[in-house]
């Protein structure tokens, strides 16, 4: 199965900056997606990353807020733009092989945002 | 938008005792369900999934789950729970050819030696 390394694991922000996530997959994977885990809930899609185009963001997120590059079949990235306390959370990479597979997760970025 | 609910919220037990984690989903058709466990300091893992035919799975490390499709429920099961069990599951589900996975709000398990 495919591992999945993000980074940074973890940063502390200031309001009004912004962070940038990386995501690096160790094959080729089809698909590859950003959930966000808040605190005590579970965890909800923000968007599909799509190779060579725009992302597919899911109702609630949008992408001046969380501009998504994947320029390859192995790499993406989340940007949390111009940040505030209420984007503090983890923001987890995860990534499907073929249709239908079980996703694959990373390790998290836990982001605290002060 | 399919649903999902998982009835408790944090689960404590003692070792050598047996878990059952409820999970249910609101969606009408064909479904793939997965459960996911997170260790302290961890990823999620995929520790079991349903696709079709046997509704009884099994997973890693004794788990095995059960689909009942009248019931809409895919609970999660052990018979004899270890220390080392303590973590937070997840159950998700996915419509059959989608690939939006929809996650359920998770149960804290502590396994108290």
């Known amino acids: 199965s495919a591992v999945i390394s993000q980074k940074p694991s973890r940063d502390i922000c200031q309001r009004g900056t912004s962070l940038t996530i990386q995501c690096q997959v160790d094959?080729?994977?089809?698909?590859m997606f950003w959930y966000r885990q808040q605190p005590g809930q579970s965890l909800t899609l923000i968007a599909t990353?799509?190779?060579?185009?725009?992302?597919?963001?899911e109702s609630g997120f949008v992408i001046d807020k969380f501009p998504i590059s994947r320029p390859n079949l192995t790499f993406s990235t989340l940007t949390v733009s111009n940040m505030s306390p209420e984007d503090s959370s983890i923001y987890l990479c995860?990534?499907?092989?073929?249709?239908?597979?079980?996703?694959?997760f990373g390790n998290g970025t836990r982001l605290t945002v002060t | 938008a399919q649903s999902v609910s998982q009835h408790n919220h944090h689960v404590i037990l003692s070792e050598a005792a047996s878990l059952e984690l409820g999970c249910n989903y609101s969606?009408?058709?064909?479904?793939?369900l997965f459960w996911y466990v997170q260790y302290p300091g961890q990823h999620l893992q995929l520790l079991l999934k349903?696709?079709?035919?046997?509704?009884l799975v099994k997973g890693i490390k004794g788990f095995e789950a059960e689909f009942i499709k009248s019931k809409f429920s895919f609970n999660l099961r052990k018979p004899s729970v270890q220390w080392s069990d303590t973590a937070e599951y997840f159950c998700?589900?996915?419509?059959?050819?989608?690939?939006?996975?929809?996650f359920g709000a998770g149960t804290t398990v502590t396994v108290r030696a």
């Open positions: 995860s990534a499907r092989e073929v249709s239908n597979s079980p996703l694959h």
């Open positions: 094959s080729q994977v089809t698909m």
């Open positions: 990353a799509n190779q060579g185009s725009e992302a597919t963001y």
């Open positions: 969606y009408g058709g064909t479904v793939n």
């Open positions: 349903y696709f079709s035919g046997d509704p």
């Open positions: 998700a589900v996915t419509p059959l050819n989608d690939y939006k996975l929809s």
